[in-house]
């Protein structure tokens, strides 16, 4: 690696805006500028160039502040230059300051080939900016059933796990139908309490209830002439099912503590996680509202039933996210995309953006590696039960963060948390030993090395 030395700021930027570098690094403070000003104007020019930062004078806003304007890594300098051979901490200091200049540079390299794919398969759903992405045979027949409800003035029924896109499923129908340019009212049954459920979705007259000091116009006449989507509506109560299908039926609507019958011409779009029909043998869902609402059905595949698709939406997500992080163009390996496709993905598509939203703050919005996706990854996992808590309660925690709403798919959780624990114990009792963990478990070794990779354990091989 050959190097090139400037003693100004002003040197400094025009050598980095006309030479082909790997890496910059500069002290924090260059004369009347800093080097935060130098990282915002390059990377304005180069966004891909990394900037590594060093000062004495380390804070933590100075921290902040350099990753926040671009920096790849912000690098603090001893006190004291202790060359001292007993102690070592200045060579040391030069060790850990050269391999992060070789990981920077490598990164620089990695980003010359890697490209995005241009040809994704979407519909756009608009007025979120979001699109819903596939080119697998299950997003595409799934795209052919939102044309096909949107063609008509039906009722619509979505049907898909927790995470897999629902509202917008809704969003799209909803834009290619012929009341795009009227009125679209969301509302989540589920987030709201169901002593307020009513008057949100049916309005209440002044003086319906303590605190009703006015007229208040529910979502139904919001959405009029045009079209509501009702998400999780198998959650709603018994005596509200009966209202939704009053108006399913008639069309019309009575605001909470009123008389008047209010006439309403409004698309139900309705969406659920709940297999409704056993919710309806079990009594727990209105048979003659089922029927109602199942005229037009479409379902929403898992993100585990269509991994071919996890490629295109990893990349959309880095260019959304990266771009409101900013980072003008993040970069992932094909190895970090293989460590996604090896993930089930119990939360779907919400958790695959969330897993790539936080590996594009851990890169600095640089080269996405598959230790960093291993890294955001293991940051997303709830913390297993520690050892001396009983597993009883730990299930009982994670029902009763389920019922709050903090937690989605507590099965799921408790089922992954179980399962990663038995591989870490296994492999770790094995001394790394791949072969022995498997036999010890009744598993072939590429099952065990199957699971190793998808926890993220990386012991060594045997």
């Known amino acids: 690696m050959s190097i090139e030395l400037t003693s100004t700021y002003e040197e400094g930027l025009e050598r980095a805006r006309s030479g082909d570098f790997e890496v910059i690094l500069t002290d924090l403070y260059l004369g009347s500028s800093t080097a935060l000003e130098l990282t915002a104007r390059l990377r304005a020019v180069n966004p891909h160039l990394p900037v590594i930062i060093m000062t004495a004078k380390h804070t933590t806003e100075t921290a902040i502040e350099a990753t926040k304007n671009g920096a790849y890594d912000y690098f603090p300098k001893p006190d004291v230059f202790d060359f001292d051979e007993r102690t070592h901490l200045g060579w040391r200091w030069v060790t850990d300051l050269t391999d992060l200049i070789e990981a920077a540079a490598a990164n620089h390299r990695l980003t010359a080939k890697v490209r995005l794919p241009d040809d994704t398969a979407f519909i756009d759903a608009r007025m979120t900016g979001d699109r819903m992405i596939g080119k697998s045979r299950a997003m595409q027949e799934a795209f052919k ?208 953006r969330n897993a790539v939203r936080k590996a594009v703050l851990l890169s600095r919005g640089l080269v996405i590696s598959r230790e960093v996706v291993g890294d955001a990854l293991a940051q997303m996992i709830p913390p297993r039960p520690a050892t001396d808590q009983p597993f009883a309660e730990y299930i009982t925690q994670l029902l009763l963060r389920a019922r709050s709403g903090e937690l989605e798919n507590a099965r799921e959780v408790a089922a992954e948390t179980v399962e990663r624990e038995l591989y870490t114990q296994a492999i770790q009792r094995a001394n790394g030993d791949q072969s022995r963990a498997a036999r010890w478990l009744g598993i072939s070794r590429p099952t065990m090395l199957d699971k190793l990779r998808k926890f993220s354990l990386h012991p060594g091989e045997k």
């Open 145 to 352: 059933a939102i044309g096909r409800a949107a063609a008509t003035g039906m009722t619509v029924l979505i049907r898909g796990e927790t995470g897999t896109g629902k509202e917008l499923a809704a969003r799209a129908v909803y834009s290619h139908s012929q009341r795009s340019k009227q009125p679209f009212v969301v509302i989540n049954s589920a987030a709201i309490p169901e002593n307020l459920l009513e008057s949100e979705l049916f309005g209440h007259e002044k003086g319906a209830f303590t605190d009703a000091h006015a007229r208040r116009i529910g979502r139904f006449e919001q959405a009029n002439h045009g079209t509501i989507f009702l998400d999780e509506i198998g959650d709603m109560s018994f005596p509200l099912q009966r209202k939704l299908l009053r108006v399913l039926q008639e069309k019309t609507i009575e605001r909470v503590g009123g008389r008047e019958t209010i006439p309403v011409d409004v698309r139900v779009i309705a969406a659920t996680h709940r297999n409704l029909e056993l919710a309806v043998q079990q009594d727990q869902f209105r048979a003659d509202l089922y029927y109602r609402l199942n005229v037009a059905t479409l379902t929403l595949p898992a993100l585990r039933e269509r991994p071919e698709d996890i490629s295109d939406l990893a990349h959309y997500f880095l260019r959304k996210h990266g771009a409101e992080l900013g980072s003008a163009d993040p970069f992932i390996t094909q190895q970090a995309i293989r460590l996604l496709e090896e993930q089930p993905w119990p939360g779907n598509v919400r958790q695959l």
